[in-house]
């Protein structure tokens, strides 16, 4: 059972460079999340997903992409990368809605845009 | 505008002693808050949830408090161990969101 996993774990992007960070759980759970999280911030919600075929925008969405076609798989796309997103992104599951379930999180990708 | 403060960025205790964190929210009606434990370079771990009709929740050496009145949140962790140095993060849930809603954390030095 490896929980929440998260590939790349380091990225380096030149500006306007594209790529998908990738997010598999094993858990079976309905609700997936992605975050980022900034040097002295707290994690900032960037999309969620409750199921598969079905996702929706968290606090930070703009310049990122997602999609949900299978339970397991929650894969976040940067199209134009820009300075802005450098940045730690943890990906992160729960059974129920993730106010009142725990919520487990993946080891994170560094991603640094110069 | 929707806030969540933990008190300190820092708080640095003697081994043994009881270390607590505050985590106050403004214009929030949280229906459960969380707490997690994030080691540098890994990702969040969740340690406990406490309901909004729940005062007092327990685990192990760990307490966590919730004063829906004062608006406040407070974590303690009992005969600390230099191994729970680490940050901890308090988040909210509203009633009808789907997510969470994460402080900045506090980052706790236990001294040897």
């Known amino acids: 059972n490896a929980g929440v996993t998260q590939t790349p774990k380091f990225r380096i992007l030149k500006i306007g460079q594209s790529m998908t960070l990738q997010c598999t759980q094993d858990m079976n759970h309905n609700y997936m999340y992605w975050y980022r999280q900034d040097p002295g911030m707290g994690l900032k919600l960037i999309y969620y997903s409750v199921g598969a075929g079905i996702t929706d925008k968290g606090e930070v969405p703009n310049g990122y992409n997602v999609s949900r076609s299978t339970t397991e798989d929650f894969p976040l796309r940067l199209e134009l990368a820009a300075p802005s997103q450098t940045s730690v992104y943890f990906c992160a599951s729960s059974y129920g809605t993730g106010g009142r379930n725990e919520q487990f999180f993946g080891p994170g990708t560094r991603l640094t845009v110069l | 505008s929707q806030k969540i403060e933990q008190n300190s960025e820092a708080l640095n205790i003697q081994e043994g002693k009881t270390a607590t964190l505050t985590c106050n929210y403004t214009n929030y009606s949280p229906a459960y808050l969380q707490w997690y434990r994030q080691d540098p370079g890994r990702g969040p771990v969740f340690l406990l949830l406490i309901r909004e009709n729940e005062k007092e929740k327990r685990k192990e050496r760990l307490k966590v408090t919730f004063d829906t009145t004062l608006k406040q949140s407070l974590f303690h962790i009992t005969a600390s161990q230099p191994a729970d140095s680490a940050t901890y993060l308090c988040?909210?849930?509203?009633?009808?969101?789907?997510?969470?809603?994460f402080g900045t954390g506090t980052r706790l030095t236990v001294i040897p």
């Open positions: 988040a909210l849930h509203r009633t009808g969101a789907n997510n969470l809603f």
